[in-house]
């Protein structure tokens, strides 16, 4: 069984960054994607962007140009460095690894945008 652990998650002011880090707890073969979700109180969990076997990326409208997404195969993470956030930003935010035919989630790491 696979887990995935979230990390870089906190309070950060409007313009401000955050770079969240996902890292699995072993080397994981045949993946299709690595990515990024969130979700907002009272809102339904949202692609953030995901980055595909094949390198091609994807964002959602809402961050591109402020959000972007990169793994480290040797250590087994995924990153999300966040730029100019927003106080719409604040969300938890879950990492999502899909493999073979299998879909792993991480526990979520709060972001919260505000002065």
């Known amino acids: 069984q696979v887990q995935l652990v979230e990390s870089g998650g906190g309070l950060v002011q409007p313009g401000g960054s955050l770079r969240l880090s996902c890292a699995a707890s072993r080397r994981i073969f045949s993946i299709n994607s690595m990515g990024w979700y969130r979700q907002a109180p009272g809102e339904q969990r949202e692609l953030v962007a995901v980055i595909f076997s094949g390198g091609s990326i994807d964002y959602a409208d809402s961050v591109k140009g402020r959000f972007t997404i990169s793994r480290d195969n040797a250590k087994n993470t995924v990153y999300l460095q966040m730029n100019s956030l927003k106080p719409e930003d604040t969300a938890v935010y879950y990492c999502?690894?899909?493999?073979?035919?299998?879909?792993?989630w991480g526990q979520g790491t709060q972001v919260t945008v505000s002065l």
């Open positions: 999502n690894v899909k493999f073979s035919v299998y879909t792993t």
